[in-house]
């Protein structure tokens, strides 16, 4: 039978605890300072530790100064808030998660639910590791190049804590793969993985579709909806491209993650979500605050543990593995198997890869469709001379003489990946200028979107959105 241990000076609230989770089929033993819960853990090793850190001999990280001592018990602070400082220090001394302060019944059996032995997890973890040199991946994640064994490592860390996790990296380098990854190797795998993309859906519908609403709470409201929050309950919410989100929703969402509840459109009474979250953005964290796309509050409880995602480009060792599993998918979709020649995989591997792992995957369907017989040779692969290619100076202005002026009072520059240049002239607002570089770098990829949106480092989606704007804005 799971057993737990609670930690706690407050006697009162300690009695409260034992009862609750007595009731959920647990045997339970109570300490009300360190020397007490020292005893405890020397007459029954419990499965689960409930620890206050505020104690009257001390501090229940002491309790952590003997590594042995909660080795094989699953260990969650109680705290008076939630908290970035809070929740780092669960992560630093090796707890899972945190419970705030007056704990509820509803937070309390999610909690008891996914009660795990470390040791379990460890031994998981352990076997994915010791398989990955023979297999090639880790989890749903394929690549054995040191930037991904990294990326590895931090996953193991911090998957089987309830931390909230920050995920960085370019458009197509599988940030949401991390993000699942993650969920299958924590405590919550048997409930929903949700994954809301934030630039996908209307700023008109994004806080209806996240946190859900009541009926009649706007028009076309005709039934109770629930949001992602309610959907996830118990599992893992994960929000890709967070910085797509409108400023006045990530006031709310900082909420959330502050008291651990939210409310639905229209509702007059907030209810309690028990959610770990990960975010995802392809900008720069820093630099989407400082371009307000982020709040700077938000980033900072976000970013409790950052994980970044490399490009392609740094991983090519990599890129034949990825072609030969993408290959293989296909050829059991599709009822016919198809190899690679090896000047197929060289060419594959020089090329500089700007769609990163998602335009891979495109390359490789393609190449499977046009290849004739069994063998893909070259020919429908991309060639490693397309990246870099010297380039004219694209210009978005007809008064070419002024606008190639030196003089940074004339003219501002905006270089691309490939060496060329939209110029600017200065005063143009941000609005026109972003479209003239949109439309431009678009022209140079030849109207492929996908290439377009991965130079610009936007999803393919705000790339639609964009150019359906600029379309709709030509017609009025």
């Known amino acids: 039978m799971t057993h737990a241990l609670i930690v706690d000076d407050d006697v009162d609230s300690a009695a409260m605890l034992s009862e609750l989770i007595a009731l959920q089929g647990l045997t339970v033993a109570t300490a009300n300072s360190l020397r007490d819960a020292r005893k405890q853990l020397a007459l029954q090793t419990p499965d689960l530790v409930l620890l206050d850190l505020r104690l009257p001999d001390g501090s229940g990280m002491d309790l952590f100064a003997d590594p042995e001592l909660l080795a094989d018990s699953e260990v969650v602070l109680m705290t008076g808030h939630a908290s970035l400082e809070t929740s780092i220090l669960a992560l630093r001394l090796g707890a899972v998660d945190y419970l705030v302060k007056p704990v509820t019944l509803k937070h309390l059996q999610g909690l008891l ?32 190049s040191p930037c991904m064994l990294r990326v590895y490592e931090q996953i193991s860390r911090v998957a089987g804590s309830g931390v909230t996790v920050f995920i960085t990296g370019e458009s197509g380098t599988g940030k949401e793969v991390v993000a699942q990854t993650i969920h299958e190797l924590s405590r919550r795998r048997k409930m929903p993985f949700l994954g809301v993309n934030c630039g996908a859906i209307s700023p008109n519908l994004i806080e209806s579709e996240i946190f859900g609403h009541e009926k009649g709470s706007f028009t076309g409201a005709d039934r109770q909806h629930q949001g992602f929050f309610e959907r996830a309950a118990g599992g893992t919410l994960f929000l890709d491209e967070i910085t797509e989100m409108p400023m006045d929703l990530q006031v709310k969402l900082l909420r959330v993650l502050e008291t651990g509840r939210f409310m639905r459109v229209g509702a007059t009474q907030s209810q309690e979500t028990d959610v770990r979250i990960i975010a995802a953005t392809n900008r720069s964290p820093m630099q989407a605050v400082a371009e307000g796309h982020l709040r700077v509050d938000l980033m900072y409880r976000l970013n409790v543990f950052p994980i970044e995602v490399p490009p392609l480009r740094e991983r090519l060792s990599d890129v034949p593995l990825l072609a030969g599993r993408f290959l293989r998918l296909i050829g059991e979709q599709e009822g016919k198997e198809k190899n690679f020649s090896p000047e197929a995989l060289a060419q594959l591997s020089a090329y500089h890869w700007p769609g990163n792992v998602r335009e891979l995957r495109n390359a490789v369907q393609r190449a499977y469709v046009m290849a004739p017989g069994g063998t893909i040779d070259t020919q429908w692969l991309p060639h490693p001379s397309g990246w870099p290619q010297a380039q004219p100076v694209v210009s978005t202005e007809t008064a070419a003489p002024v606008l190639r002026s030196p003089e940074p009072a004339s003219a501002a520059t905006v270089p691309d990946a490939l060496g060329d240049a939209v110029v600017l002239p200065v005063g143009i607002s941000l609005a026109d200028a972003e479209q003239k570089l949109i439309l431009a770098t678009l022209e140079h990829y030849g109207r492929q979107k996908e290439r377009t949106a991965a130079a610009l480092g936007i999803s393919l989606k705000t790339l639609y959105n964009r150019l359906k704007q600029y379309a709709a804005d030509d017609k009025s």
């Open 113 to 144: 639910s996914r009660v795990t032995k470390p040791a379990l997890l460890k031994a998981e973890v352990a076997g994915l590791t010791a398989n990955l040199a023979s297999t090639g991946n880790f989890g749903q994640l394929w690549g054995r």
